[in-house]
């Protein structure tokens, strides 16, 4: 080989060289830069997990700022809430003694109204005794009455029933028996025309005497019944008193 061939040849090589440092730079280069490209998408990866990082951190302490808040809220509340069951204790409380004054009024209520009871009975009783001296006030009175008329008929000469004068059958009024004429008797009325002259008051004073039969001598009308068979017997009317 010449001169002229090595060098070219030489020239080549080094034409190759260069090229083939070239391109190994131009690999390193590349490499360089998509680590740079690699860092750099891990640092904004990096920055956005740490911006997220944030964003949960500032909403965690939202949250626990309104937890506090709620917590206080509730605190508050419960605060309210003792309050109120105090007040309501307070209110039951006094319920309670108004319920007891309640029952002790009521008690004495009863105590009154027993007593006005045994007052009332104490009364009612004064009130049949009164009506039973009444009754033997006008049983004597009666008797008086016909003891009376006894000496009337002694000082006019006409001899009362009880001393032999004239009977008539007093069971021949509807609503006399026997029993009620032996009563009849022994007031002294023995004649039809003593029943026929009997007076509003006179009906009254009998009614009274006679306390069994009360009533008896209006509903049977003794009266009128008397004055027909006064007049069935002696052929004489007797006036309605």
């Not at 990082?53 to 965690?60: K, P, S």
């Not at 409380?93 to 027993?114: D, K, M, P, V």
Request: hydrophobic content about 45%; overall charge negative; charged content about 30%.
């Amino acid at each position: 080989m010449n001169a002229d061939a090595t060098v070219l040849l030489a020239g080549a090589l080094l034409v190759a060289v260069a090229l083939a440092f070239a391109a190994l730079w131009r690999r390193a280069l590349r490499i360089q830069q998509e680590r740079e490209r690699e860092r750099e998408s891990s640092f904004l990866a990096e920055a956005g997990r740490a911006a997220e990082a944030n964003r949960q951190l500032a909403e965690v302490r939202a949250e626990a700022s309104s937890l506090r808040e709620s917590l206080a809220a509730a605190e508050a509340k419960s605060g309210s809430l003792d309050e109120a069951l105090a007040q309501a204790r307070a209110t039951h409380a006094a319920q309670q003694n108004s319920l007891e004054a309640a029952r002790t009024g009521l008690a004495r209520e009863r105590a009154a109204r027993t007593d006005r009871d045994a007052e009332l009975y104490r009364l009612r009783a004064l009130a049949e005794d009164r009506h039973r001296l009444f009754a033997e006030l006008a049983a004597r009175e009666a008797e008086i009455a016909s003891y009376r008329q006894i000496l009337a008929d002694v000082e006019t000469h006409t001899p009362p029933p009880i001393l032999g004068g004239a009977h008539d059958d007093l069971k021949l009024i509807v609503g006399v028996g026997p029993v009620l004429e032996r009563l009849l008797h022994k007031m002294g009325v023995t004649t039809f025309r003593q029943i026929a002259s009997w007076s509003p008051a006179d009906i009254d004073e009998f009614d009274v005497r006679l306390e069994e039969f009360h009533g008896r001598v209006r509903r049977d009308d003794w009266m009128t019944q008397a004055r027909e068979l006064h007049y069935q017997k002696y052929g004489e009317r007797i006036g309605q008193a």
